[in-house]
């Protein structure tokens, strides 16, 4: 049976979602072996919480060169395991780290990469959504491991769970990943809403919020959802470039998307095109947002979202 390797998530010290996501692709492929990077004396208690019923094995690696170095290190202790086991494929989420991790790896290991897939099979032919969503293209690694990112949400996860074994791995990061040191940090202000690319729910807005982001805000925690915004809204510095949903900000598939106020240029409908249901909230009924939308209201935000919110409340009552 092929042998394949995800690269365990964490959210601080807690297990991220999206890595039961890649344990669920990867039991279509194969065995399932996860990766686990931590901080010298945390890979116990972050290995414990890898417990995805698809997964095997749990292989270990400490380092203060993770935190110290950053991507580089990361890359070449990932690329010295994948060299001595040789593995059908690597996992990993799409993210900015995600992306330059697999990039790193690939190179490292003279493999190829697939970045920001919705899909693989078990035959590891990828699907990703290109040209703003317009195309599909069905593709496959023809050399080395299959290094492949996915994006968040795009698969149900398996709920089992199981004991994997445990391996301690040795580390390896040479002086030549030592070139560029990360001196200082901004950990994410925590608000008490969901991570953008981790969200079940997400309510952005846009250019018709006038800067005023309170309606989206409050239909969003009423909801238990993540906020986003569009470009347009983060370039006025209306909202934080953290949050900017599209294809120069994150890319989000979530299980419902509102979109307030938002018109639906390509590049905000190439990070969200893929969610399963999405609602529209616009005045110009013109706007190339409602092609996309499976449920859509002509009307002002400020007039609907409150509405939407009373309906919310009552319902909640």
């Given at each position: 049976?092929?042998?394949?390797?995800?690269l365990a998530d964490f959210v601080g010290d807690?297990?991220?979602?999206?890595?039961?996501?890649?344990?669920?692709?990867?039991?279509?492929?194969?065995?399932?072996?996860?990766?686990?990077?931590?901080?010298?004396?945390?890979?116990?208690?972050?290995?414990?919480?890898?417990?995805?019923?698809?997964?095997?094995?749990?292989?270990?690696?400490?380092?203060?060169?993770?935190?110290?170095?950053?991507?580089?290190?990361?890359?070449?202790?990932?690329?010295?395991?994948?060299?001595?086991h040789k593995p059908a494929a690597l996992l990993i989420t799409t993210s900015a780290?995600?992306?330059?991790?697999?990039?790193?790896?690939?190179?490292?290991?003279?493999?190829?990469?697939?970045?920001?897939?919705?899909?693989?099979?078990?035959?590891?032919?990828?699907?990703?959504?290109?040209?703003?969503?317009?195309?599909?293209?069905?593709?496959?690694?023809?050399?080395?491991?299959?290094?492949?990112?996915?994006?968040?949400?795009?698969?149900?996860?398996?709920?089992?769970?199981?004991?994997?074994?445990?391996?301690?791995?040795?580390?390896?990061?040479?002086?030549?990943?030592?070139?560029?040191?990360?001196?200082?940090?901004?950990?994410?202000?925590?608000?008490?809403?969901?991570?953008?690319?981790?969200?079940?729910?997400?309510?952005?807005?846009?250019?018709?919020?006038?800067?005023?982001?309170?309606?989206?805000?409050?239909?969003?925690?009423?909801?238990?959802?993540?906020?986003?915004?569009?470009?347009?809204?983060?370039?006025?510095?209306?909202?934080?470039?953290?949050?900017?949903?599209?294809?120069?900000?994150?890319?989000?598939?979530?299980?419902?998307?509102?979109?307030?106020?938002?018109?639906?240029?390509?590049?905000?409908?190439?990070?969200?095109?893929?969610?399963?249901?999405?609602?529209?909230?616009?005045?110009?009924?013109?706007?190339?947002?409602?092609?996309?939308?499976?449920?859509?209201?002509?009307?002002?935000?400020?007039?609907?979202?409150?509405?939407?919110?009373?309906?919310?409340?009552?319902?909640?009552?």
């Open positions: 049976m092929s042998e394949v390797f995800i807690k297990i991220a979602r999206t890595t039961s996501e890649l344990a669920t692709y990867g039991a279509r492929i194969g065995d399932v072996t996860a990766i686990v990077l931590a901080a010298p004396g945390k890979g116990p208690a972050l290995a414990s919480q890898v417990v995805n019923g698809t997964i095997s094995k749990v292989l270990v690696m400490e380092s203060e060169d993770f935190d110290r170095y950053g991507v580089s290190a990361s890359a070449e202790a990932i690329a010295h395991v994948l060299s001595e780290f995600g992306k330059e991790l697999a990039g790193c790896v690939a190179v490292l290991t003279d493999s190829g990469l697939i970045t920001d897939a919705v899909d693989v099979t078990a035959e590891l032919v990828a699907t990703q959504i290109i040209f703003g969503g317009s195309t599909s293209v069905h593709s496959r690694v023809s050399h080395g491991s299959s290094i492949i990112t996915l994006r968040s949400n795009s698969v149900t996860p398996d709920a089992t769970t199981s004991s994997p074994e445990i391996i301690n791995v040795p580390t390896v990061v040479s002086e030549r990943a030592k070139h560029a040191e990360v001196i200082t940090r901004q950990p994410p202000v925590a608000e008490g809403r969901p991570e953008l690319t981790e969200a079940q729910i997400i309510v952005s807005g846009g250019r018709g919020t006038n800067g005023d982001f309170s309606p989206v805000e409050t239909f969003a925690d009423l909801l238990g959802a993540a906020v986003g915004a569009s470009r347009a809204a983060t370039d006025a510095g209306w909202y934080p470039h953290s949050y900017q949903v599209g294809q120069t900000g994150k890319t989000v598939s979530p299980q419902l998307y509102v979109a307030c106020g938002i018109s639906g240029a390509i590049q905000h409908r190439a990070g969200m095109q893929t969610s399963k249901t999405i609602v529209v909230i616009n005045k110009d009924p013109d706007a190339p947002i409602f092609e996309l939308a499976d449920f859509g209201v002509v009307g002002d935000l400020f007039t609907v979202l409150p509405q939407a919110s009373e309906g919310v409340r009552a319902h909640k009552s």
